[in-house]
């Protein structure tokens, strides 16, 4: 039973420059989380999507979106690259919106890096 | 915010020496949930406990062990017998009450040495 899986593992990119990281989630979930990690920073929570929709968002611009697709699999789009983009971005997936963080789990993460 | 607080920023231990990893929490809900996660190089967060307000009988797991006091809003981690193996970067989270996200804290790296 395969985990939280994330792609890329590892991405450059230069500023103001588009990325897309992709997340699916573990089999049986159907909410997805996006954090950010920057480097000796504890993650920090961006937006969470269940049934296709933006359900909760943290502290992030506008430049951050996302999308969650009929499979749960999740987008996490950053327009307008700025240097301090550049963190570890952690997937977390869960069963159901809300509740008890029962059974959440984290992929290992897409290193952005923004040159 | 409710913020949760690890004081201590680094740790150094030499192995089989036991090592308590401190966290304190603010919250204003009365139901919500603690975790603590370890984080080594390869990036992934490793679930280690996740504790609910409610449930407040601390627990031993092999050479882990967790102290949850909610009079001081602490929630403590142990490693008895501490290895090579377990030197990462440990963090402590909360979640619950209108939120379905975590709030971490800013993590404790550990250092075993041989």
């Known amino acids: 039973d395969a985990g939280v899986t994330q792609s890329p593992t590892h991405l450059i990119k230069t500023r103001g420059q588009q990325v897309t990281l992709r997340c699916s989630p573990k089999?049986?979930?159907?909410?997805v989380s996006w954090y950010q990690q920057a480097l000796g920073q504890g993650p920090q929570f961006i937006f969470q999507?269940?049934?296709?929709?933006?359900?909760q968002r943290g502290n992030f611009p506008d430049r951050f979106s996302g999308h969650q697709f009929p499979n749960y699999s999740s987008e996490l789009n950053v327009n307008a690259l700025l240097l301090g983009d550049s963190a570890l971005y952690l997937c977390?997936?869960?069963?159901?919106?809300?509740?008890?963080?029962?059974?959440?789990?984290f992929g290992s993460g897409t290193q952005l890096s923004v040159l | 915010a409710q913020k949760v607080t690890q004081a201590q920023t680094e740790i150094s231990v030499v192995e089989k020496e036991d090592v308590t990893l401190d966290c304190v929490y603010e919250?204003?809900?009365?139901?919500?949930?603690l975790f603590w996660y370890k984080q080594p190089p390869s990036g992934e967060l490793v679930f280690l406990i996740r504790?609910?307000?409610?449930?407040?009988q601390n627990e031993i797991s092999g050479r882990y062990s967790w102290n949850f006091q909610k009079s001081t809003s602490s929630f403590n981690f142990t490693i008895t017998a501490s290895q090579v193996v377990d030197s990462a970067v440990y963090f402590c989270?909360?979640?619950?009450?209108?939120?379905?996200?975590?709030?971490f804290g800013k993590g404790t790296k550990l250092s075993v040495k041989p």
């Open positions: 977390a997936s869960s069963l159901g919106f809300g509740g008890s963080f029962e059974k959440l789990f």
């Open positions: 089999s049986g979930h159907d909410t």
């Open positions: 999507y269940y049934e296709e929709e933006e359900r």
């Open positions: 919250t204003r809900d009365t139901t919500y949930y």
């Open positions: 504790r609910n307000s409610f449930d407040e």
């Open positions: 989270a909360r979640g619950g009450g209108s939120q379905g996200n975590l709030i």
